[in-house]
């Protein structure tokens, strides 16, 4: 018996109303996933990462890419004996993307995907292929629904993939779903981020906040395999790693994984917390030495770590990739009439960033709240520049003291940015400055708009200082206004402006000394 046709009108061979959206729409997503393999406008579409002279030797990079994993090459100890350093097999991976709507959502969707390859390709693995699936809200089962799941299991094995990485962040049962029918690995996005954070940290509290990070993630995603899920660990059992005093009464394996991660996430949240009073210390130094602070923040790969150098010749690294700078570095620097300030570069932001790094990172965020000036910096020559000013912006809300810190957007990338977009976002936003770290366009109209943004010094001052006492001079220097120093037998006459706990200072020793 076979079905009868949607329309009895039309000819057999005419396909009805809902097929032919349904070709269309998968035409859409084949002419989307052809666009993000090659690679158009992903941050590693040139290739490669151009440096200034403001850039420094960048040993750091030398040291990064020495590391990349490399193709052919597995974690396995035979493949690795002959070998001086242990190099991480280079994944094979299928890009999975959701879009629901016409042609705008796809156009999201394009953009988003864009932005995994990059993510994947940063992380060291290589993009094979993709798929792209219009659908209104994700399958509760396999994200994907059980037709396309089987669709993709095909594509991975023609591709010889080794893993998946799913444009969005699934639910254990839907990883779990997803790799019983693909058979390979699955990972989300947040999985990826958090990768590429954990390549990248360097310092202690850099390493200890991924690692937090990464086990809240872990946390709710064990998987039990086979026996262990219901074997017992209580009692006078040995196991591998847990031995008296370390078991439960009667618990699982999992059970006592959980109880281990958990032991160990109060251990890294007490190490950052511990962290926090050598930074607040560093802090309350330079706000009682009256040194204003300002702050980059921005997307990732922005150029952020490029502009920092620029303003300053930092020479922190700086790389053609998501995510390259992680640990926050403050360099000093001075204004054209030598007023001296703190610039300090932070993590970049990302669409859909993990909520569990956004916590662990809490506490070098709140460099930007503490912050007198913020250089909030754009990729003006991005696809989509205010969805990444809006994602920058819905992490920075949650930051204690945010809303009271002056903000300027900063547009980099002019030299290949699109004018008309330029325009677009300048009549959006209150203040911008149109900049190219790489060409130094705007550097200086930047240097200027910095200067007086930064809170200036407000008590007068007309008193001699002590020869003894040249270090007050030195942080008039470094701090106040001076428009009269002078020379005399008592010591440095000096007239200006300084800020009051400075002014109060001087006053006390001029009136010691007279």
Same mark, same amino acid.
């Given at each position: 018996m076979t079905d009868s046709p949607t329309n009895p009108g039309a000819p057999a061979d005419e396909p009805s109303g809902h097929e032919h959206h349904e070709r269309a729409a998968q035409a859409? &997503?084949?002419?989307?996933?052809?666009?993000?393999?090659?690679?158009?406008?992903?941050?590693?579409?040139?290739?490669?990462?151009? =440096?200034?002279?403001?850039?420094?030797?960048? !040993?750091?990079?030398?040291?990064?890419?020495?590391?990349? $994993?490399v193709a052919g090459l597995?974690?396995?100890?035979?493949?690795?004996?002959?070998?001086?350093?242990?190099?991480?097999?280079?994944?094979?991976?299928?890009?999975?993307? @959701?879009?629901? #709507? #016409?042609? %705008?959502?796809?156009?999201?969707?394009?953009?988003? !995907?864009?932005?995994?390859?990059?993510?994947?390709?940063?992380?060291?693995?290589?993009v094979l292929d993709g798929l792209l699936q219009r659908r209104?809200?994700?399958?509760?089962?396999?994200?994907?629904?059980?037709?396309?799941?089987?669709?993709?299991?095909? @594509?991975?094995?023609a591709t010889g993939a080794d893993t998946v990485v799913v444009d969005g962040e699934l639910a254990p049962s839907q990883r779990r779903a997803l790799e019983d029918v693909v058979k390979v690995k699955v990972v989300d996005r947040t999985a990826l981020i958090l990768d590429i954070f954990a390549q990248h940290a360097k310092s202690?509290? #850099?390493?200890?906040?991924?690692?937090?990070?990464?086990?809240?993630?872990?946390?709710?995603?064990?998987?039990?395999?086979?026996?262990?899920m219901s074997r017992?660990?209580?009692?006078?059992?040995?196991?591998?790693?847990?031995?008296?005093?370390?078991?439960g009464?009667?618990?699982?394996?999992?059970?006592?994984?959980? $109880?281990?991660? *958990?032991?160990?996430?109060?251990?890294?949240?007490?190490?950052?917390? %511990?962290?926090?009073?050598?930074?607040?210390?560093? *802090?309350?130094? $330079?706000?009682?030495?009256?040194?204003?602070?300002? &702050?980059? &923040?921005?997307?990732?790969?922005?150029?952020k770590s490029s502009l920092l150098n620029a303003l300053t010749d930092a020479g922190v690294l700086v790389e053609n990739a998501l995510f390259a700078t992680l640990d926050p570095t403050v360099r000093r620097t001075q204004t054209e009439d030598g007023r001296?300030?703190?610039?300090?570069?932070?993590?970049?932001?990302?669409?859909?960033?993990?909520?569990?790094?956004?916590?662990?990172?809490?506490?070098? !965020?709140?460099?930007? #709240?503490? %912050?007198?000036?913020?250089?909030?910096?754009?990729?003006?020559? =991005?696809?989509?520049?205010?969805?990444?000013? %809006?994602?920058?912006?819905?992490?920075?809300?949650?930051?204690?003291?945010?809303?009271?810190?002056?903000?300027?957007?900063?547009l980099n990338k002019a030299d290949i940015a699109d004018p008309a977009v330029v325009g677009r976002i300048q009549r959006r936003e209150k203040r911008t400055v149109v900049v190219?770290?790489?060409?130094?366009?705007?550097?200086?109209?930047? $240097?200027?708009?910095?200067?007086d943004a930064l809170p200036r010094p407000s008590v007068e001052i007309d008193l001699v200082v002590p020869y003894s006492r040249g270090d007050l001079v030195h942080r008039v220097h470094e701090s106040g206004e001076i428009d009269q120093e002078e020379h005399v037998a008592a010591g440095t006459h000096l007239r200006g402006r300084v800020d009051a706990a400075l002014a109060a200072e001087l006053d006390r020793v001029a009136a010691q000394a007279s």
């Open positions: 859409i &997503a084949n002419d989307v996933v052809a666009r993000v393999l090659a690679r158009a406008g992903t941050a590693r579409a040139d290739g490669g990462t151009v =440096h200034t002279d403001h850039d420094g030797e960048q !040993l750091d990079l030398e040291e990064r890419t020495a590391l990349r $994993r597995s974690t396995e100890l035979e493949d690795v004996t002959e070998v001086e350093y242990r190099q991480l097999r280079l994944e094979r991976v299928v890009l999975v993307g @959701l879009y629901s #709507g #016409g042609e %705008a959502a796809a156009l999201d969707a394009e953009i988003s !995907l864009r932005e995994l390859a990059a993510l994947a390709e940063t992380a060291g693995s290589q209104q809200k994700p399958d509760p089962g396999t994200y994907l629904g059980s037709g396309k799941a089987v669709e993709l299991a095909q @594509l991975v094995l202690r509290e #850099g390493k200890a906040q991924v690692e937090l990070a990464q086990l809240e993630y872990l946390l709710p995603r064990l998987r039990g395999w086979g026996e262990s017992q660990a209580g009692g006078q059992v040995g196991g591998a790693g847990a031995g008296m005093g370390s078991r009464p009667g618990e699982t394996k999992i059970e006592l994984d959980r $109880r281990r991660i *958990r032991n160990r996430m109060a251990k890294l949240r007490r190490e950052i917390d %511990a962290m926090g009073p050598s930074r607040e210390t560093k *802090r309350l130094s $330079r706000k009682r030495n009256a040194i204003p602070a300002v &702050a980059i &923040a921005g997307y990732t790969n922005s150029g001296v300030y703190t610039l300090a570069d932070t993590v970049g932001f990302v669409r859909h960033l993990p909520h569990q790094l956004v916590e662990a990172f809490r506490s070098t !965020l709140e460099e930007v #709240g503490s %912050a007198d000036l913020l250089l909030h910096i754009v990729d003006a020559a =991005h696809p989509d520049p205010e969805s990444q000013i %809006a994602a920058v912006r819905e992490v920075l809300a949650d930051i204690p003291g945010i809303h009271d810190v002056p903000e300027i957007v900063v190219s770290a790489h060409t130094g366009e705007g550097i200086a109209e930047l $240097r200027e708009i910095v200067a």
